[in-house]
């Protein structure tokens, strides 16, 4: 059987800059790597189904978005192929009814929250005024189960009548409405950070929810500004998820609180900021891939895999 180290699954044209970089960096240490597509998946499966191709790891970006990758996927983790995210806690961490619930009874700071079940199970709902004015005006309305991105997502809803809309337009999915979170200003910027887990390691950026812009967060800014908790609130989200590669929203209050806004988005958007106005800066990108290798070879020894 043919084995390489990792297989690098991906649908999104502007993914093509980050998996350039992950094979690069791959190949630099010594590890080999093999890109599977739209044009090949149907090739691929058939190989691996056949044991004439194997990966020991798999970066999977595709199968969210198509399903003829749905079933390569169930192959590889039959064979214990190393899976970045295993499937079953990608299924449990991307619905925000469950991890809202989950966050609270951890000890995590979440906006106040109506969960509402799907249209197609109860037709008819009934919240109070009580709890609308809990919300305040606006609130945000979420699907519990789209993946990032902002689908179906509304930032500025005022009314009843706006819930009972977007529950027809996803009538398979809870909805989560959630308070509107405003944030502290610290050093001229809004405290509002994406913070992603990457293989081990929380890394947190500055991330402007206006303008979608990042900026990196400096070791010195962490510490001047005391957001040592935003790395201490990515781990305890990697440690309730089981996910290896995600991001998360943290906002910091007025009143000092740490909140997280949105749970788990297991599929980050990865353009690179070098192309991108609104992408992630290339050294964090760059931070992202070296923690991969460092955890694919720390396996791959104590497995004692082979290429």
């Known amino acids: 059987m043919e084995i390489y180290d990792i297989g690098l699954a991906y649908v999104w044209e502007y993914d093509d800059d980050f998996i350039e970089l992950i094979e690069s960096a791959f190949h630099k240490a010594g590890l080999t790597s093999f890109r599977i597509t739209a044009w090949n998946i149907n090739e691929i499966t058939d190989r691996v189904r056949k044991r004439k191709l194997g990966f020991n790891f798999y970066l999977d970006r595709a199968s969210d978005a198509n399903e003829a990758f749905l079933y390569l996927g169930k192959i590889l983790t039959r064979r214990k192929t190393k899976i970045f995210n295993p499937y079953k806690n990608i299924r449990h961490a991307i619905d925000k009814a469950s991890m809202h619930l989950e966050f609270i009874t951890t000890g995590l700071e979440v906006p106040y929250s109506i969960i509402i079940p799907p249209h197609n199970q109860l037709m008819n709902i009934y919240i109070s005024v009580d709890e609308l004015a809990k919300l305040g005006r606006p609130f945000i309305i979420k699907p519990c189960n789209n993946t990032g991105g902002g689908v179906g997502v509304v930032t500025g809803a005022e009314s009843l009548k706006e819930i009972l809309e977007e529950r027809l337009r996803n009538s398979d999915d809870k909805y989560i409405l959630q308070q509107k979170i405003y944030p502290l200003i610290i050093g001229e910027k809004r405290a509002w950070f994406r913070s992603f887990w990457a293989f081990g390691r929380p890394i947190p950026v500055w991330w402007n929810d206006l303008t979608h812009i990042y900026n990196e967060l400096s070791p010195q800014e962490i510490k001047s500004f005391r957001l040592n908790r935003l790395l201490l609130i990515t781990k305890k989200i990697a440690v309730l998820t089981g996910i290896d590669f995600f991001s998360t929203e943290i906002v910091i209050t007025e009143n000092k609180k740490f909140i997280v806004i949105d749970y788990v988005n297991d599929q980050c958007d990865m353009r690179i900021k070098s192309r991108h106005i609104d ?22 020894k104590l497995n004692g895999l082979r290429k």
């Open 279 to 300: 992408g992630v800066p290339d050294n964090v990108v760059q931070k992202i891939i070296d923690q991969m290798i460092k955890s694919v070879l720390h396996y791959k």
